[in-house]
């Protein structure tokens, strides 16, 4: 049986073309299987390595309870099988209830990727009984002190460890989420275990991806090459273990590796995320990339149209848009050149090679860098907010 | 709560999808799926038809029985391709033993 991971897939396995056989993905796009709605970015955890954008949608640019609802109806519409809410906090909205109802209504099935620390027992029932699927919960660690730190969040710990009993008790699927850095993946192997002590169905083991607001703290947070390994064969070895019991993704940081990741599985290829003020984005850095229009689902043109036709979405779709080494490179149908995002981040253009990627003239100097930074004491973080962050103090928090 | 874990399928079990784990036919696509927490599986007709016997209440031996009198073919290698397709679902975390409340 195949089998898609869905995950927001900084390398996204492309056993997608089982359920698009009849046509070549490089000459149709067909609809995303799964999407992400981040549906604010409103979140009390101020993580120093947030996937949002460093410019935050504020409460007043989001799309309406209704304007979701439509979203949700156009997306079950097109095709899209799953969707995930997410955020910021999607659990900071007042109407995620009415939200999920309206996608399990639709047929939607639907994902909770929260952080946990504003549910109560009686909100995460409400949500079972509105068909949610499955929940997701990010932990920072695996002690109070050092998670909270983390998160930037007293208290935040403890919590997410009651609402993951909750979940489990609701006879809802649960995910643990890992995101890891320098700091705290000398946990690792008790984080596996207090996974499987909480029930847990999976593990997302996620290194941490340096876009955003975790560029901004990369030296605070990339880790060593020998802590790389180290997890590595830690992950593998629970797999093994675990097969079963707890299914364990893994994600790497691109930063050693030699070949880029497949990053979104190839822009515009096999996902999209809808922003809290209802932007359609190849992925949830994409707005980092200065110069691309993206079109909004408060423009008069279909999620589907502007999935298939928008100037951003096409921008970097395929290998048309590639310079060299991309252009004449044997593995470009394999990595699409890596993450465009990074590209653009670190060499100041999204249509250059991914410095991931040992063929970029910038690779030597970048992995030298993060290695330097790795071994460097700079452990304060720039925390995430809305005031384009606050520095950690000298004694921490 | 959910069902038990490490579930090993053999003749006797009566296996169900749990609640997290919904075999759906999408009408885009024209093919049947199982949607589950951040997958989505693609079943061939057999795995399917298979799926659609798993009640909970049918044992796998009583599900190949049905098999092989719709198919006229020997129960044997039917009961052994049906626990192997099984056996892979449960590994993945997509099977269960209990039934559980619908959602």
């Known amino acids: 049986m195949s089998d898609v991971p869905l995950v927001i897939p900084p390398d996204a396995s492309d056993s997608l073309a089982v359920l698009e056989k009849q046509r070549s993905t490089a000459e149709t796009f067909g609809i995303p299987l799964a999407v992400l709605l981040e549906i604010t970015h409103r979140c009390p955890l101020q993580c120093p390595y947030c996937s949002n954008p460093v410019e935050l949608d504020r409460a007043g640019k989001e799309l309406t309870t209704d304007e979701w609802k439509k979203v949700l109806s156009e997306l079950a519409e097109i095709g899209v099988l799953q969707v995930h809410f997410s955020g910021g906090e999607p659990t900071a909205r007042k109407d995620l209830v009415e939200l999920v109802k309206h996608a399990s209504d639709v047929d939607l099935y639907t994902n909770l990727i929260t952080s946990a620390v504003l549910l109560t027992r009686e909100k995460l029932g409400e949500l079972a009984d509105a068909g949610l699927c499955h929940v997701q919960i990010s932990f920072q660690g695996i002690e109070e002190g050092l998670a909270d730190r983390v998160a930037g969040y007293k208290g935040g710990h403890r919590k997410k460890l009651e609402v993951a009993k909750w979940t489990r008790e609701l006879d809802l699927p649960l995910t643990v989420n890992a995101v890891m850095h320098r700091q705290n993946l000398h946990q690792l192997p008790d984080i596996i275990q207090r996974s499987v002590d909480l029930d847990a169905d999976r593990l997302e083991v996620a290194n941490v991806q340096y876009y955003g607001w975790a560029l901004k703290n990369r030296a605070a947070l990339m880790p060593t090459v020998a802590q790389l390994d180290e997890c590595t064969r830690t992950v593998e070895e629970a797999r093994e273990r675990l097969k079963g019991r707890l299914t364990i993704d893994y994600v790497v940081p691109d930063y050693y590796a030699l070949r880029p990741k497949k990053c979104m599985g190839g822009w515009g290829r096999q996902f999209f995320n809808i922003s809290p003020a209802g932007k359609v984005l190849p992925c949830h850095a994409a707005e980092s990339i200065t110069g691309l229009d993206f079109l909004s689902v408060r423009s008069n043109h279909s999620i589907a149209w502007i999935w298939q036709n928008s100037e951003a979405f096409n921008r970097y779709r395929g290998t048309g848009w590639m310079k060299e080494p991309c252009k004449s490179c044997e593995f470009r149908e394999i990595d699409f050149g890596g993450c465009r995002c990074q590209a653009f981040a670190l060499t100041g253009d999204a249509a250059n090679t991914d410095p991931a990627c040992a063929l970029s003239p910038l690779h030597e100097t970048i992995f030298k860098q993060a290695e330097a930074e790795a071994e460097g004491e700079t452990n304060r973080f720039l925390y995430r907010n809305f005031a384009s962050g606050t520095l950690e103090s000298e004694n921490g928090g | ?103």
């Not at chain 2, 927490?37 to 693609?42: G, T």
């Not at chain 2, 092989?68 to 449960?90: C, F, G, N, S």
């Open chain 2, 1 to 103: 709560m959910a069902g038990p874990r490490n579930i090993s399928v053999s003749e006797a079990s009566r296996p169900v999808l749990p609640r997290h784990a919904k075999l759906k036919y999408d009408e885009t696509r024209k093919v049947w799926v199982i949607l589950a927490p951040e997958r989505v599986l693609a079943p061939d007709e057999i795995a399917v038809e298979v799926l659609q016997l798993c009640d909970g209440k049918r044992s796998v031996g009583e599900v190949s029985d049905q098999l092989a009198a719709k198919y006229a073919a020997p129960r044997e290698a039917i009961l052994t391709d049906v626990i192997a397709m099984l056996q892979d679902l449960a590994d993945k975390g997509f099977l269960t033993e209990i039934r559980e409340k619908t959602p």
